[in-house]
């Protein structure tokens, strides 16, 4: 180039444009070359790492598919830990949930073992256990019941004897949100025996509730039949009803008597308030007919003070979480939004029915953790508090 500029200057200006050209020319193909040389270059490598799985694609699939399933795992974790609850009592409630998810699809081995060791009574006739939360008594959408184990449970509380015709058999259940004492029986002749002594009202059965209000007068008697209803809307769904068979007059005076419905049930339950304080309240309930969600109803609806943790009965016209006074979010340190994870504090007590030789069998059952955990919380006292600690 440079020997271009200096015959340019020189005056040979045929022989130095010549030169220039050339000059220019031979750049510009090295330029070509070399970006075409990269070019395979990235080429080949492509190739490279398209071929490479190729050569060992069981070993890289495998390793792929373990990958995958740990990113998953590990995203399903952090994306329950985001919705996971700050406040201690959320946390709690939340342990309580997956316990009960664990004993439903645990085997059943394990869930039977879990109630071998809740055993609060027991004799000749029959067995009473504490009933854990949210664990069904009878076979319901393919998960793991009580009644499904209770074979082995039988066969555990045996011990463990290769031939063994000892049985137990559900007589008087509960709801599965409901813990407590649950009733068994070791023979088909017993539980008619039960049977027969519930329909005379011999077995009484007296239960814990916290209410989200204080029930107006502090004890008294329920008695308003009951029917089930469709709740129409953006919701479709079906609940238990009141169906009383009074009105108020128009006069509002008194009351009248209404023609009642066919298909109502009569259902009456006996109420007496124990304690209250933060506009809660710890109330025993004792029902006397056996109506499907009858307490939960009388409570809500009659009373107007639903039991806490109740998402169902807490509004009749839609299906939501429950919703709480600022106060008693205050009281239970929680987030409107959380009330979702709040269990329904309902415990039965307490069984008492005949036993054998004219004597009486009468059973207490502990309070569950949350349950204790909320009284707490909201200041309520209960009798008999040296049981239960």
Same mark, same amino acid.
């Given at each position: 180039m440079n020997s271009c500029r200096r015959t340019l200057?020189?005056?040979?200006?045929?022989?130095g444009l010549n030169t220039f050209i050339s000059l220019v020319k031979t750049r510009t193909s090295c330029r070509r070359c070399s970006a075409a040389a990269s070019c395979l270059s990235r080429g080949q490598a492509t190739v490279a790492a398209k071929q490479a799985p190729a050569a060992d694609n069981g070993e890289k699939r495998r390793l792929r598919a373990?990958?995958?399933?740990?990113?998953?795992?590990?995203?399903?974790?952090?994306?329950?830990?985001?919705e996971a609850p700050v406040f201690g009592v959320q946390k709690k409630?939340?342990?309580?949930?997956?316990?009960?998810?664990?004993?439903?699809?645990?085997?059943? %081995?394990?869930?039977?073992?879990?109630?071998?060791?809740?055993?609060?009574?027991?004799?000749?006739?029959?067995?009473?256990? %504490?009933?854990?939360?949210?664990?069904?008594?009878?076979?319901?959408?393919?998960?793991?019941?009580?009644?499904?184990?209770?074979?082995?449970?039988s066969k555990m509380m045996d011990g463990m004897k290769v031939r063994s015709d000892s049985q137990l058999l559900p007589c008087l259940g509960l709801e599965k949100e409901v813990t407590g004492v649950l009733l068994l029986a070791k023979s088909?002749?017993?539980?008619?025996?039960?049977?027969?002594?519930?329909?005379? %009202?011999?077995?009484?059965?007296?239960?814990?509730?916290?209410?989200?209000?204080v029930p107006v007068p502090s004890e008294g008697m329920i008695d308003i039949p009951m029917i089930e209803r469709e709740v129409t809307g953006s919701q479709p769904h079906f609940k238990m009803a009141l169906s009383p068979v009074y009105r108020m007059n128009e006069e509002g005076s008194g009351v009248t008597k209404m023609r009642g419905h066919r298909q109502a049930l009569p259902a009456?339950?006996?109420?007496?308030?124990?304690?209250?304080?933060?506009?809660?309240?710890?109330?025993?309930?004792?029902?006397?007919?056996g109506v499907k969600h009858q307490m939960r109803v009388?409570?809500?609806?009659?009373?107007?003070?639903?039991?806490?943790?109740?998402?169902?009965?807490?509004?009749?016209?839609?299906?939501a979480p429950q919703k709480l006074p600022e106060r008693v979010l205050g009281k239970l340190r929680?987030?409107?939004?959380?009330?979702?994870?709040?269990?329904l504090h309902l415990h039965a007590r307490q069984l008492t029915l005949p036993g054998p030789d004219n004597t009486t069998i009468r059973v207490s059952c502990p309070l569950p953790k949350f349950f204790k955990q909320t009284l707490s919380q909201l200041n309520l006292t209960f009798p008999n508090e040296k049981d239960d600690k």
């Open positions: 200057l020189t005056g040979n200006w045929s022989s373990i990958d995958l399933a740990r990113k998953l795992q590990q995203e399903k974790s952090n994306a329950q830990a985001a409630v939340l342990e309580l949930k997956k316990f009960s998810l664990q004993l439903q699809n645990v085997h059943p %081995n394990v869930l039977a073992k879990h109630l071998s060791r809740s055993v609060l009574y027991q004799n000749q006739h029959v067995v009473l256990v %504490n009933k854990p939360y949210d664990v069904p008594v009878r076979d319901s959408s393919g998960e793991t019941s009580i009644s499904s184990v209770l074979p082995v449970l088909e002749k017993a539980v008619e025996h039960i049977q027969e002594l519930h329909r005379n %009202n011999q077995v009484q059965r007296k239960y814990w509730i916290v209410t989200v209000g009456v339950t006996k109420y007496r308030v124990l304690d209250s304080s933060a506009g809660c309240s710890l109330v025993e309930l004792q029902a006397l007919t009388h409570m809500a609806f009659a009373l107007a003070c639903p039991i806490l943790g109740d998402h169902k009965y807490s509004h009749w016209s839609k299906l929680l987030e409107q939004s959380k009330v979702r994870h709040v269990p």
